[in-house]
Antibody
Framework: QVQLVQSRAEVKRPGASVKVSCKAT????????LHWVRQAPGQRLEWMGW????????EYSQKFHDRVTFGMDTSANTAYMELSSLGSEDTAIYFC?????????????WGQGTQVTVSS | EIVLTQSPGTLSLSPGERATLSCRAS???????LAWYQQKPGQAPRLLIF???TRATGIPDRFSDSGSGTDFTLTISRLEPEDAAVYFC?????????FGQGTKLEIK
């Protein structure tokens, strides 16, 4: 069955960077887009962007485009999200999620989420 | 960006009743580009319906959606206790693919 397993929770200082991984199993990694979505406490879900594992193409939300980088290792069926210049407003649960079909913006499988806490 | 506004903020209903949840967009969204998710505490969201009334795998037909333009509705008929959750809409008309703020459904 399809599973997305994310890396463990992180605590970071303001100004630091964080890298979250997402290992996919149960499907052909290159056949679906992988999205990154975050959820801050009491806030709505926030779409950060996506990566297409078949060719590495990315699209970033304008809000994050100068601070976020998506990457992947197709040999390990793993995607990565790195967010830099962290501030307290970046404290959130970060999810990776697989698209319903190749280029869909809708997602049908989610990782368990990675809590990122930014605190001095 | 397209702003999605959901109402009501909280809905409290009894088992067997019908729930009607609203999602209003700040600009026109094709009904093919709107989806609904359910999220329970401590869990990731779960896709319910997407792309013009297509139910995701395993979603019962008690869940249905309707609407067009800027006004969309998720209807849950014959409520069950396990339907208690927060429900979000999402649009894919324009990037960034925004979500509504959610409607919390309580089952009495």
């Amino acid at each position: 069955q399809v599973q997305l397993v994310q890396s463990r929770a992180e605590v970071k200082r303001p100004g630091a960077s964080v890298k979250v991984s997402c290992k996919a199993t149960g499907y052909t990694f290159t056949s679906y887009a992988l999205h990154w979505v975050r959820q801050a406490p009491g806030q709505r879900l926030e779409w950060m962007g996506w990566i297409l594992p078949i060719n590495g193409n990315t699209e970033y939300s304008q809000k994050f485009h100068d601070r976020v980088t998506f990457g992947m290792d197709t040999s390990a069926n793993t995607a990565y999200m790195e967010l830099s210049s962290l501030g307290s407003e970046d404290t959130a649960i970060y999810f990776c999620a697989r698209s319903v079909f190749y280029l869909s913006a809708f997602v049908s499988y989610w990782g368990q989420g990675t809590q990122v806490t930014v605190s001095s | 960006e397209i702003v999605l506004t959901q109402s009501p903020g909280t809905l409290s209903l009894s088992p067997g009743e019908r729930a009607t949840l609203s999602c209003r967009a700040s600009q026109t969204v094709s009904d093919s580009y709107l989806a609904w998710y359910q999220q329970k505490p401590g869990q990731a969201p779960r896709l319910l319906i997407f792309g013009a009334s297509t139910r995701a795998t395993g979603i019962p037909d008690r869940f249905s959606d309707s609407g067009s333009g800027t006004d969309f509705t998720l209807t849950i008929s014959r409520l069950e206790p396990e339907d208690a959750a927060v429900y979000f809409c999402q649009q894919s008309e324009n990037s960034p693919y925004t979500f509504g703020q959610g409607t919390k459904l309580e089952i009495k």
